[in-house]
Structure formats: structure tokens, C-alpha cells
């Protein structure tokens, strides 16, 4: 079975702060790892994803399969970053599914 | 480009009305997902097809069924609704091979 683990439900940071939102996984094989992005009243929308290693919008994120854990990280934050974030496993069964985790809303204040 | 587009965006049913959902996108994917979003629980996959008259099950499928004539359109249907599936409805599509996921504007569905 494929988990994924997002301990914060919100995480409150003021403008300027470093930013880390949390994420641990649980899969047996090797899984791809995303996050998305839901601004207010907004679709879903993809951030970023392992495979690329690129940096969006300033946030970047490392896998690490030691600690099975994908922390989405980004060091200086802004109002605009004020969402919720989720973070997503694909394993390797069929369908492509994406596994979701619980979500953290940023807040981010003045 | 519409990409994916749910209709209709909100709705209230009584129990044990039922309704259909519609999921249309226009990228010519293979795949699409019905998601359910309720707070505290992130998204849960419903039911997914990897192809034009294919259906498979996903986590929380009770209550609900799911037709995909077309490769275009992705209905979600709940034949009898209760309160419990009172939720934020999320269609998605992707090409396979671990492609991006492209989520529609959500249907927010309230079951009285």
C-alpha cells in the first residue's frame, strides 16, 4: 500500500520567513513525487515534480529515499504563496494514479 | 484550450435524488480520475479509467458509478445521494507513462 503524510494542516509564516512544508511517504518500490499547488477558488495545478528537479515559483524539493520524505522547501516566502499544498505519489500499479496526501494550508502574513 | 471542464460547479441534492457528473477534456488523454476533496482528508481517489470503455475502482468507490463512452468525457453518477458524499468533486486527466495530472475547476456538491 502507498501513503503519503503531511503532518501540518497549516503552517503560518510570515513574509520574508523560510518556508517548509512537510512530506513523508510509504511505498515499497521507488515512486515518482509530486506537489501541487490550489490557490483560492482555483484547480489543482501542479508545482513541481522530483524527476525534473527544477525550481517553481522560488520552492524546490529534494527526495530523499533514505528518510522517504519529500519537504517542499523555499527560502524567502510571499503573500502570492498563501494556498494549499498537497503532496502526491505515484507508484508503479496501473492507472497512473496519484496518491494524495492530507494537504497544508500556507499562510502567509504581513 | 478548455483543457478539463466539470459540469455542473455546484449543486445541492436531497437524499436520495441522484445526479450525474460531467468531466470533458480536450488534450485527447487516455486517462481520467474522479476525486473526491473533504477537509481534514486531502483527495481520494473514486473511480479512474485508463481508456475509452474502461473503468476501474480507486479507494472510496461505494455510492458511486462511472461510465467513459468517449474517450472525452468521464461521467460520475450517484444513483441514490446521502449526506456523507456532501464533497468538493475533482476530475483529472493525463497521458499515461507518468505524465502530469490536469485537474478540472471542481464540482462542489451538497447533499441535504
Known amino acids: 500500500a502507498q501513503r503519503v503524510t503531511q503532518p501540518e494542516k497549516l503552517l503560518s509564516v510570515f513574509k520574508g520567513a523560510p518556508v517548509e512544508l512537510k512530506c513523508n511517504y510509504s511505498y515499497s518500490g521507488s515512486p515518482e513525487l509530486f506537489w501541487y499547488v490550489q490557490y483560492s477558488r482555483q484547480r489543482l495545478q501542479l508545482l513541481l515534480r522530483h524527476i525534473s528537479r527544477e525550481s517553481i515559483k522560488g520552492f524546490t524539493a529534494d527526495l530523499n529515499k533514505g528518510e522517504t520524505s519529500f519537504h517542499l522547501k523555499k527560502p524567502f516566502a510571499q503573500e502570492e504563496d498563501s494556498a494549499m499544498y498537497y503532496c502526491a505519489l505515484r507508484g508503479a500499479g496501473g492507472g497512473n494514479k496519484l496518491t494524495f496526501g492530507t494537504g497544508t494550508q500556507l499562510k502567509v502574513e504581513l | 484550450n478548455a483543457g478539463v471542464t466539470q459540469t455542473p460547479k455546484f449543486r445541492v441534492l436531497k437524499t436520495g435524488q441522484s445526479m450525474t457528473l460531467l468531466c470533458a477534456q480536450d488534450?485527447?488523454?487516455?486517462?481520467m480520475y474522479w476525486y473526491r476533496q473533504d477537509p481534514g482528508m486531502g483527495l481520494r481517489l473514486i473511480h479512474y479509467s485508463v481508456g475509452e470503455g474502461t473503468t476501474a475502482k480507486g479507494e472510496v468507490p461505494d455510492g458511486y458509478n462511472v461510465s467513459r463512452l468517449k474517450k472525452q468525457n468521464f461521467l460520475l453518477g450517484l444513483e441514490s445521494a446521502a449526506p456523507s458524499q456532501t464533497s468538493v468533486y475533482f476530475c483529472?486527466?493525463?497521458?499515461?507513462?507518468?505524465?502530469?495530472?490536469?485537474f478540472g475547476q471542481g464540482t462542489r456538491l451538497t447533499v441535504v
Open positions: 483529472a486527466s493525463s497521458h499515461g507513462g507518468g505524465t502530469e495530472a490536469f
Open positions: 488534450m485527447n488523454h487516455e486517462y
